[in-house]
């Protein structure tokens, strides 16, 4: 390897090391996942004239292109300037400097998204618009932030397994005018989600105290008598993470809140962030901040200045349980058997 190559440097610029010696991995930046079919042509140039042709979409929905030579990534950096100016400025009004340096920062990474309810009938919010909105406050910056957001309890985006999961949750009005009595709303709530219906003398009651937002009701209803309200809710997850030492799913931290309240959080994210490492930052899940910090002190941060509505829910303790993989037995190797092919 070319001592000359500064592969922290690089990696910052969203340049990933490959195992070929001299070749490198950029990561276009799609926010939300979600972007217009025309900067496929900016992707299949890069791939085409600077990689080996060919590009991965990555786990965190971006645009992966291998095979780039160092020798390259100026020419590369220089023409995905465009890219950058009309999707992080223009489109999700980002306060950077576009120069010829690419992207100057990978610590905050691309915000996941499921198609939202642009598309899928059984989301409660738009997912690419709120992805769009939230880049201008995670990004740049050199504090790490996994962030996901599902548009329903379903969960598509993996909200569960990332430093930040935003879920869009509602609180279905039930019409009892309307209802027919015919029960749908109960089978599906039982057989999708957490069994709060019941029918009663052909209308529904309901035990709110069980009910996860998820919004089945809604369409599976042939009357219209479940229907969304107009204000939008969210339940936020935090802590969750994979990775070889203890990988762990996240926890409820707040439940049933506005729009107002999910923005006030993430900006606070930076904040928290700093906190903890004393303006320094490094390569850290948030759930290991969290851990060091402690719960509490993350709770006092992280809702500094922001205004919870009156439905607000928050997690008062958070516990996590976790897995150490280790063994003191001494365990004996395994002994291997030969197949023994079948007979004729």
């Not at 329903?152 to 935003?166: L, R, S, T, V």
């Not at 409820?252 to 930052?281: A, C, H, R």
Request: with cysteine; charged share 25%.
């Amino acid at each position: 390897m070319n001592k000359d190559i500064n592969i922290n440097q690089l990696r910052t610029n969203c340049f990933r090391q490959s195992k070929i010696p001299g070749e490198f991995m950029l990561q276009m930046r799609v926010p939300g996942g979600t972007v217009d079919a025309k900067y496929l042509s900016f992707v299949q140039s890069i791939a085409e004239k600077w990689g080996n042709g060919s590009f991965h979409i990555g786990t965190r929905q971006t645009f992966d292109i291998t095979g780039i030579k160092y020798e390259s990534i100026a020419d590369v950096n220089n023409y995905i300037a465009k890219y950058m100016k009309e999707v992080e400025v223009y489109l999700c009004d980002v306060d950077m400097e576009i120069n010829n340096h690419g992207y100057p920062t990978i610590g905050s990474r691309n915000i996941m998204g499921c198609i939202g309810n642009r598309h899928c009938i059984k989301a409660n919010i738009d997912t690419t618009s709120l992805a769009r909105r939230l880049e201008k406050e995670i990004f740049p910056s050199h504090y790490h932030i996994k962030l996901s957001i599902a548009g329903c309890p379903n969960d598509c985006a993996k909200a569960h397994f990332q430093d930040f999961g935003i879920i869009g949750v509602t609180r279905p009005i039930y019409l009892k005018e309307r209802c027919i009595g015919c029960g749908r709303c109960v089978k599906v709530c039982t057989k999708a989600a957490t069994r709060v219906l019941k029918l009663v003398d052909h209308k529904i009651q309901k035990d709110a105290c069980c009910c996860v937002g998820c919004g089945e009701c809604v369409t599976a209803c042939p009357a219209s008598a479940w229907v969304r309200p107009n204000k939008k809710f969210y339940r936020i997850m935090i802590g969750g993470r994979t990775g070889k030492q203890t990988p762990r799913m996240g926890k409820m931290f707040l439940n049933w809140v506005t729009e107002d309240v999910v923005f006030g959080v993430i900006k606070n994210w930076q904040k928290f962030s700093d906190y903890v490492m004393g303006g320094k930052p490094e390569y850290l899940h948030g759930g290991h901040l969290i851990d060091r910090a402690g719960y509490d002190a993350f709770k006092k941060v992280i809702l500094d200045g922001v205004k919870l509505n009156p439905e607000a829910l928050v997690a008062q303790r958070i516990l996590w349980s976790e897995t150490e993989y280790r063994s003191n037995f001494n365990l004996k190797p395994l002994s291997m058997h030969p197949v023994v092919p079948p007979r004729d």
